[in-house]
């Protein structure tokens, strides 16, 4: 069954996944990207850190789900769907899919890094009736 979260602050509490649990539930999740990590000892692997204003979920992402979705992975906001893992005191979320959140939000686009980066600060017009 697929679990919607309502904060990453829940992730590690709401699957009901028991400790060294590779076959927890699948859950889904929105936040920013905080932190990417592309060890060239990890086989094509990225870690993917998302965050909202619960908390932070790592999120681990396999070379065959890279290939096919990196343009969302280099977003700044994404919502990511996979299995919890438990090992110990560590919950991650092992992606099969995802989607961008461009768009929803104004803030920095790309990804920044202290050599320069692809970032920019991106403004985004309010719609409707809404005023800032």
């Known amino acids: 069954?697929?679990?919607?979260?309502?904060?990453?602050?829940?992730?590690?509490s709401t699957?009901?996944?028991?400790?060294?649990?590779r076959d927890g539930p699948v859950?889904?999740?929105?936040?920013?990207?905080?932190?990417?990590?592309?060890?060239?000892?990890a086989n094509g692997v990225m870690f993917l850190t998302l965050e909202d204003e619960t908390g932070f979920v790592q999120t681990v992402i396999y070379a065959h789900v890279l290939a096919r979705l990196e343009h969302v992975?280099?977003?700044?906001?994404?919502?990511?769907?996979?299995?919890?893992?438990?090992?110990?005191?560590w919950r991650g979320l092992v992606v099969e899919a995802a989607w961008p959140l461009n768009g929803m939000l104004g803030g920095y686009e790309g990804h920044a890094s202290m050599a320069g980066g692809r970032d920019r600060m991106v403004k985004r017009a309010l719609s409707g009736n809404a005023r800032p």
């Open 27 to 41: 859950v889904t999740v929105a936040g920013i990207a905080m932190l990417r990590q592309r060890p060239k000892t």
């Open 15 to 21: 699957g009901g996944a028991r400790t060294d649990s």
């Open 1 to 12: 069954p697929i679990q919607s979260c309502f904060g990453l602050g829940r992730v590690g």
């Open 73 to 89: 992975f280099s977003q700044s906001a994404m919502i990511v769907q996979g299995r919890l893992q438990v090992m110990g005191n």
